[in-house]
């Protein structure tokens, strides 16, 4: 087993579709000559050609429409949204073309695209450049939304995407693209529906996505070592739909729920955990549900006050110390 | 364009007109529900350009004002005013409506209803074409007032750029919604607008078939040749208001008069007349065919399709079974 970086990871997955299938095509600003600005299509230029791998203009909603009218005709479009804040430019026609198609014509239409994007805050790059949308996306009906949070998923989760016939938004992090992890050599395809345990726990659930499964790992590390708390981390990777049965199941085991999102609260991730947990399984409940989630203030550039802006391991660890009263 | 063609042209624009109108009534009755907007007077434009390229083989897309162009593409008229009605037996199921006609079977790729929405999809339906190397086109028709969308931009510029086949139809009605287009849009020329891009184009009378007929003919015949995209504006006039909502009261009554003496089914038919093709009885006779037909036919139809159950309301969402969604082969 290879380890392969997440932007590795992600460019196998293009190359092995794209190979196997004419129809795969890729598009994005800066992802062909100059091969991605994460470098997640690096050297698929080179090998399919400008009429696959297509360096579009910077007029994001203008190509995902063009990305989705090729995909009615069976093209399978690859949309890369350099950042995640320039998508709410192609909102338009993520989610009232693609997203709406297949309902609206009763099933005569699909739109097969996959739309991969960067998200998140990284280091001091202002207001405009560290958003993290994904609670926005994961609102409409029609489309999927999945959010790799290690090498194995990126590339099993980009597969699987490919291949779906609905409309798939897949949320990465400009934080993530040099994380190492082990990835199989051979094929294989992750669902884009589910949850994984990524580690087990008995007192407490600790949900997170992305970014946040690490901080949730950390933390779960900290409170087994210095306070005998001993965690369950869930990795939700797929946000729409959600793993209803996954995030009851494990808050059955342990009682107690605490949801990690780098986004801000309101109408967010966490907010949907909790109202699921509310409905699955209210009376499981030891204590009340948390959130840890961002600040609800638009990125500040300042390093200082961009770290005390989002969550970070130690504000999980407090959340779930304070709920376990040690 | 011979006189077959003319006299069977005549014919499906009577028809057009009188669906249209006959939804007009529905909705009057409250059978026809939501928005609705209806294409009278703009019949010889979806006529026209149709005829010159391949109905039911290109590639057609366009806005909430559909239900003719689906009709020339090939989709049932009966299936179209179910879809109207809400029914099960309509294009779209009963999900679609008025604005979002559907019939991939005769490649009517849809009515959208964010205005500007097609321009994208269409450009992309074309790159598909080129890339599975046919020589069909994709061909949009969008009104005036959505050129002042970014998409309009965005889309003229990526299909140059990449010299996809794509045909932009304008049918410049003068209105966006019920603001005029000198109160909206700089430009009063549409065609000339795309000379930014450096995209061939060119604007037509839209009332006259035979010159939307030859205008479309050479449009049509640039962008199969591999020439790249091409801009056609053609000049027409709705008679109704925007949608059933929209009391007209913004447009005078003189302009209304002066259109309506150019009215595209009028103007074929005197022609049709006076070249002694078919006489002023022939013209009553197949316009009362083709009411009863749509009476006897259509509505009927329509009257008697079951509504679409309940218990599928969630269907068409997402694909079904996708073996993916669960991981493929696994």
Known sequence: MAELMYWEAIRRAHDEEMERDPMVICMGEDIGVAGGTYKATKGLFEKYGPERVIDTPISENGYTGLGIGASFLGMRPIIEIMSVNFAWLAMDQLFNSAAKVRYMSGGQLTAPIVMRSAGGTAHQLGAQHSARMEKVFMGIAGLRVVTPSTPKQAYGLLKSAIRCNDP?????????????????????????????????????????????????????????????????????????????????????????????????????????????????????????????????????????LEKAAIPNPGDVVAAARKMLGR | MNVADKKRLLREMLFARRFEERCYEAYVERKIGGFLHLYSGEEACAHGVLEAARPGDDYVITGYRDHIHAIKCGADPKKVMAELYGKETGSSKGRGGSMHIFDAEHHFMGGYALVGGPFPLAAGMAKAIKMKGTDQISICFLGDAANNQGTFHESLNMAKVWNLPVLYVCENNLYGIGTRIDRSTAVIDQYKRVSGYDIPSAQADGQDIEEVFKSAKKAVDHVRSGKGPYFLELMTYRYRGHSMSDSNAYRSRDEERMWSKRDPIIMLRDRLIEAGEISRDDYKAMDTEILDQIEDEIIAFAEASPEPRVEELEKYCLAENDPWVLGGGR
């Open chain 1, 168 to 304: 798939v938004y897949i949320n990465e992090h400009e934080l993530m693209y040099n994380m190492k992890g082990e990835v199989p050599d051979e094929e294989f395809f992750l669902p884009l529906e589910g949850s994984d345990v990524a580690r087990e726990g008995r007192d407490v659930t600790l949900f997170g996505y992305n970014i946040s499964v690490h901080w949730c790992l950390q933390a779960a590390e900290t409170l087994s070592k210095q306070f005998g708390i001993e965690a369950e981390v869930i990795d939700l990777y797929a946000l729409s739909p959600l793993d209803r049965a996954g995030i009851a199941a494990s808050v059955r085991k342990t009682h107690r729920a605490i949801v990690v999102e780098e986004a801000e609260a309101p109408v967010g991730v966490g907010a949907e955990v909790m109202a699921i947990i509310n409905e699955e399984c209210f009376f499981e409940l030891d204590a009340a549900p948390q959130r840890v989630s961002a600040v609800n203030v638009p990125i500040p550039y300042n390093h200082t």
